[in-house]
């Protein structure tokens, strides 16, 4: 068993970047994610050398992350929304660039300045690509301060794997709370992934490296758009990860990602209390999106609620996924507000038991 | 004929007329044609034997068209590239 | 390239005699890559890559640079230049340089950026790599104009000037007056080396080809920001002739914007 301890999710996050092997950190403080530059800024340098820099922006740390990743190393920045909404034009050029890296959203309450308390409310700008273009970050949705550490291995894994960047989207909830956390292992700084592409200085055994995203001949973008296209069926055919609860037996199915997810799960208990054959699916890949799986359990199930901090998101993707074919449901708060188990129950009670 | 000192060569389907060679030359030795390149620029030509090698026209070149050649033995700030290129050549550096 | 491959002088006075490699004093860097520019006739870009590229090839430290791209005329930079690069978002390209910088600190990085790019869009960025005196080279090719676009107002246009955006010649009233970056950037102390050079003589030409050469002497001693500003012409936007265009430079940017060191290290003042 790895070393286990109790820590924030913010900082769970910091440390297991420092194990994961990441050999460059850019990020300008927001609450409520500064935990995460304070942590690697005290621990990382003196540990394994990282690189760890406080930039003037998001605008430049998204584009220190571009250098950084096409020069072939581990680089990740965190944010929460405001500078997350800041580094969607570099977010764009590097999905087409094709740079491996790794981002944290620990999304807080909008539109605007909005609320420092926790949120759902960045789900389409993750999911959907908030910049321009035709692109896609391979999207994480921790619902536990374990995940906030596991995912970010498993994210630099997977934007090495697809040459892809990755997002770890979570809240301010998960970001602030502490849990007993088991730590992996040290990993090699930088990965184990080979990086032939990487602009390290061109030496006479080798053409030129470029990394580039400005292709002005349509052809030759159509091309490259295909060929994104292509690597994202390929993600969404190996990549979907998910998390069921008693869904085998179930009528009705909750669904929910992250801190939502988390409530769900007494909700899901307290409806079993009163008879009610209720289940629980939590997307873990908000892209890839666990499609398939809703579509399966479509014949067997008699509606979806699906809760989220927000005005509804996520329940789009799950109506795409089923089709029409069972009566899908919605229910959100908003603004930093986290609804309670007996308040997410008597809605499921409202619609689905009494036929509101 | 005066003695001559130096010479260019002109790749001139690469020259776009621009005439910036032209004032920069310091001997008058070169304008432009008045016949067109596949591009359609009116290219530059030599038009008088006296060029010097004195490089001011590669110099100001943006297209990097020009290649100079100089007869006598004094060194130039070009030696390194030179010495890239050529292997087997006497370089007379003071 | 070999000589048989030039086309030959359309002249009866091509000197066989001279026109061997014994004598080769100038000939295009083997690190620029042979296919046409695509820059205007008489344009400068084209002149300074020619000459970043000598200077890389001269030191022998082609293995050792990368180089960052602009969004502006020269966004294809990376196309002529035999090294590997990276291209930035507009305004980006310092901040791109400081995470390969930090990454690879035994590297020589340089950008080459736009008057639009990096003292409009990316001003933030630039004053802030260069306070962070990240050891890099900045080559700033002020031309007045926003070249790309097609001849907009850019922080850099003279008062006075005519451009698509100000039709009836620059208002600092309304505009503001054109923004001395390098001699702003000159103050902080994490800055090295600042230059203002041109490329519209062979003189002039010549010392640009110094200044580069120095900042990358500069940053091997990890001395911090190198910035090299060169004064450039834009005769397609100016509606000038390039020969018109480098007169607009002689008289017109040269006295705004004085030649000459800004800011040197202290050990050489
Ligand atoms: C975010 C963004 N805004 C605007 C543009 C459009 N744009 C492209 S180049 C440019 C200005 C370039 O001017 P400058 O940096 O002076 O370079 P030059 O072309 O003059 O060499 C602008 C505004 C862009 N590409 N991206
Ligand atoms: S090398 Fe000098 S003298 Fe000869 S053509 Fe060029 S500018 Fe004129
Ligand atoms: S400077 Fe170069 S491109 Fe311009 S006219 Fe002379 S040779 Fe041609
Ligand atoms: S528009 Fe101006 S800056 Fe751009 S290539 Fe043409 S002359 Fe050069
Ligand atoms: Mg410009």
Redesign the pocket.
Known sequence: MGEVRLMKGNEALAEAAIRAGCDAYFGYPITPQSEVLEYLSREAPQRTGMVVLQAESEIASINMIYGAAGAGKRAMTTSSSPGISLMQEGLSYIAAAELPCLLANINRGGPGLGTIQPAQSDYFQSVKGGGHGDYKLIVLAPSSVQEMADFVRLGFDLADKYRNPVMILSDGAIGQMMEKVELFEQQPKGGTFPKPWATTGKTKDRQRNIITSLHIDPKEMENINLRLQEKYHAIEENEVRYEVMKIDDAEFILTAYGLAARICQKVVELAREKNYKVGLIRPITLFPFPKKLFAEIVPRIKGILDVELNAGQMVEDVKLSVEGKVRVEFYGRMGGIIPTPEEILEHFEKIFIKGE | MAKVKGDII???E?????????V?CPQGA?A?SDNINKKG????IKIKDNCTGCEN??L???????TVYRKSGKKKEKIATISNVQNNMTMEVN | MDEKDLKLNETEFLNEDICVAEYLVYKKPETLIDIDLHYC??CGHGVVHRLLMEVIEEMNIVDKVIGVAPVGCSVFAYNYMDIDMQEAAHGRATAVATGIKRVLPDKLVFTYQGDGDLAAIGTAETIHACNRGENFLIVFINNAVYGMTSGQMAPTTLPGMVTTTTPFGRDTSITGFPLKISELVAQLPGVCYVTRTSVHTAGNVRRTKKAIQKAFEYQMQNKGTCLIEVLSNCPSNWKMT?LESNKFIEEEMIPFYPLGDIKVPKEEK
């Open positions: 002109v790749d001139i690469k020259c776009k007329g621009c005439e910036l060679c032209v920069a070169i432009l620029y009116h290219y530059m026209c590669a100001v070149c943006p297209d990097a068209v020009i | 006739p008489g390039p």
